[in-house]
């Protein structure tokens, strides 16, 4: 963990960033989950995957849901998309109970969910086509939302001809296509090289600032849920309930130098202590075999 020393508290907002957020609030949630639980049978017995989840997204927030494995993120957000029902409590999109998927609700995956024999456009002209839409009007908006992805020239071409980022830019560009009030992003860009995911990311935040468009993005990674989120809300595991949500006190428009600043690394520092507290984290030692006589010690 990063030297707490000289860190202000995540707490603190300047008034432009708290100002943003106060706007935020007064506009009306598109996403409301309320005493949310979803329980598991299971041969041991019942598993309570989430218990009483409580908070909104607001209208064009990013919010970013981070902890443990198991912590229940994934069940979390296939109950939102409708893949999976609660066994308790409610989930609304713009104040509507969610009964199952639908073309409100965008997904994008980490394994690259395209049609592979169709090309880049085809895929995503899918959605809009089979909701009825006339092909010139499907074509003609397909072209506009792979232009917003930036892969207008690649728009003929079939998934395999393209790399992983340009994939899931195809994937962010299907799920638009529909319209959704929200999008469900469930570790994304899990699958890339680092530097990619970074390109991922900036993309993301510049597609995200050009439509009017809510995000919960799922993520593993602390720089690119503070990098990316408004708020981020953090599950503690077994069984999953809320911890904390956290306003993440970096200004906007982000870019990555402000990795460094330091309120950035203070509200890394926080959700490192809520996921992996001191008391949690200890060093698991190997067995003791040694299988080599070369006398140098390399630690
Ligand atoms: N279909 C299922 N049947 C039984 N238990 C399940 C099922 N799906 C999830 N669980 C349990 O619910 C809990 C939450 O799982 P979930 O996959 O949502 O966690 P997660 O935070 O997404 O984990 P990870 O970060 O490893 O993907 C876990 O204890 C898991 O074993």
Same mark, same amino acid.
């Given at each position: ?37 979803? =329980? ?7 598993? %309570? ?25 994934? %069940? ?22 969610? =009964? ?11 394994? &690259? ?5 169709? %090309? ?16 010139? %009007? ?19 071409? &079939? ?37 990619? =995911? ?13 439509? +009017? ?7 593993? +990674?602390?720089?690119?849920?503070? &990098? ?12 999953? =309930? ?58």
């Amino acid at each position: 963990m990063i030297a707490t020393l000289d860190l202000p508290d995540y707490r603190t907002q300047t008034p432009a960033v708290a100002e943003r957020f106060a706007k935020l609030k007064q506009r009306p949630p598109v996403l409301s989950v309320r005493g949310l639980e979803k =329980r598991f049978p299971s041969p041991q017995g019942e598993v %309570t995957a989430l218990k009483n989840i409580n908070f909104d997204v607001h209208r064009r927030e990013f919010m970013c849901v981070v902890g443990q494995s198991g912590c229940g993120k994934s %069940t979390l957000i296939r109950m939102l998309a409708g893949l999976e029902t609660p066994s308790g409590g409610e989930l609304l999109v713009d104040g509507k109970p969610v =009964r199952g998927p639908g073309r409100d609700r965008g997904m994008v995956f980490q394994g &690259y969910t395209l049609f592979p024999w169709l %090309t880049v456009k085809a895929n995503v002209m899918f959605g809009p086509l089979m909701a009825g839409k006339a092909k010139y %009007t499907a074509e003609s908006e397909a072209r506009q939302w792979i232009e917003l992805v930036g892969l207008s020239k690649f728009e003929d071409a &079939y998934p395999h001809q393209l790399s992983g980022g340009m994939k899931q830019r195809v994937a962010i560009a299907r799920a638009l296509a529909n319209e959704p009030r929200i999008l469900l992003m469930d570790e994304p860009f899990g699958a890339l090289d680092a530097q990619t =995911r970074a390109q991922m990311q900036s993309y993301l935040l510049q597609i995200w600032k050009n439509i +009017d468009i809510t995000i919960l993005f799922i993520t593993h +990674d602390l720089d690119e849920a503070v &990098y990316l989120s408004d708020r981020v809300l953090v599950l503690e595991a077994r069984p999953g =309930r809320v911890k904390e949500i956290i306003e993440v006190p970096v200004p906007r428009p982000r870019d990555f130098s402000q990795i460094a600043l330091p309120e950035f690394m203070a509200t890394k520092n926080r959700l490192q202590e809520l996921i992996h507290p001191e008391s949690e984290r200890k060093e698991d030692k190997l067995p003791m075999l040694r299988l080599t006589t070369v006398g140098d010690d390399v630690e």
